[in-house]
């Protein structure tokens, strides 16, 4: 992950690269990829899914800085947070593009927009892997787990979630201490795993999930005295 973030993250230009040099007089046939323009799309552009699965991968790490600083480029909200960035990124702000191009004149150009593959890969991003919510279920039960990746100058977030008629009332507090740890309690009842069993029985419910990171005290340098 540490060759990722050296060699394909572009922090100038706000993008993730698929791969980089770009396949173009290479004897190397990657297959139809090479189709494109290299640069764009899957021939070394940003290919949106997969610059996901990174920003995925970091929060997976415990990486919590990297993972959601990828969110925030690959955030099309933020190509059109001015004028000059518009004009740059030239398609829509506000839905998800397939690829955005890593070549001149074109770069920090959207490609294909309105990409539901991208977009519900980075709905699992925000959902899963940085708020932390992930649902299981089987024939007998569904149990929402939590493991909170957030940034830290969060003290927390609010959230509803439904469950079928069902309403839960979720809280996720963020604090620091001498230990990492996560309780997870509902309608005051503390949970003996971070994960709560949902029922639908189309009452209001109160979840409350604090989570604490550790505090590491780094070793003062000793002091030296001019004679």
Not at 32 to 51: D, F, K, L, M, S
Not at 57 to 78: P, S, V
Request: some cysteine; hydrophobic content about 40%; aromatic content about 10%.
């Amino acid at each position: 992950m540490d060759a990722l973030d050296q060699r394909l993250v572009r922090r100038d230009h706000a993008r993730v690269q698929l791969l980089d040099p770009p396949f173009d007089s290479s004897d190397l046939d990657p297959g139809y990829i090479r189709g494109y323009v290299p640069g764009v799309r899957e021939n070394g552009g940003q290919y949106t899914q997969a610059a996901i699965w990174a920003a995925m991968a970091f929060a997976k790490l415990g990486d919590t800085e990297r993972a959601w600083e990828l969110l925030g480029m690959i955030n099309a909200l933020h190509h059109g947070e001015s004028p000059e960035r518009t004009a740059v990124y030239k398609v829509e702000p506000y839905v998800v593009a397939a690829d955005v191009y890593a070549v001149a004149p074109h770069t920090g150009r959207g490609g294909w927009t309105w990409y539901t593959g991208a977009a519900g890969w980075m709905y699992r991003l925000i959902m899963e892997s940085l708020l932390g919510l992930r649902l299981t279920a089987d024939p007998q039960s569904s149990r929402l787990h939590f493991a909170p990746c957030l940034p830290a100058d969060w003290q927390g977030f609010q959230l509803h979630y439904r469950y079928r008629q069902t309403l839960y009332h979720i809280t996720v507090r963020q604090t620091s201490g001498a230990e990492a740890g996560m309780t997870v309690s509902v309608d005051g009842v503390v949970q003996s795993d971070p994960a709560i069993l949902l029922v639908d029985d189309r009452r209001e419910h109160q979840v409350e999930v604090n989570l604490q990171l550790q505090i590491i005290d780094l070793p003062v340098p000793p002091q030296t005295h001019a004679s």
